[in-house]
């Protein structure tokens, strides 16, 4: 399902990371879990936010041109994401959408928490 949000915006615009947008490289299941958690704790009331797997980020500006995702782990690493968000909010991880940028393979979630759960 597409996302309502626009990647290229994302990636060229000047976003800065802030508390509705993170980037990650590659894949590690305890950086992500902890963003998802910041995402459940919604003080600001704002719904969740986007992760953004495949990008470095420095300074929370996005490092292009992304690293990419190997093709052959975007499932794997959907099912796991999908697991981590039911503990970690309760509920499902929202949208999920690939994106093919310079000939790399990068995965985006919006995440919509419930912040009035609490996880195990």
Known sequence: MKLP?????L???????WERLEFKAGW?????????????NDFHNLGGGYIILGVADEKGRPVLPPCGLPISEIDAIQ???VELGYRACGTSTGLRDVHKKLNKYLKCWMLCCDS???GA
């Not at 990636?11 to 990371?17: G, I, K, Q, S």
């Not at 950086?31 to 995402?39: R, S």
């Open 79 to 81: 099912k796991e994401i």
């Open 28 to 40: 590690n299941p305890k950086a992500v879990l902890h963003t998802m958690c910041a995402f459940a």
């Open 11 to 17: 990636l060229t615009a000047r976003t800065v990371e």
């Open 5 to 9: 949000v626009n990647i290229d915006d």
């Open 116 to 118: 009035d759960y609490v």
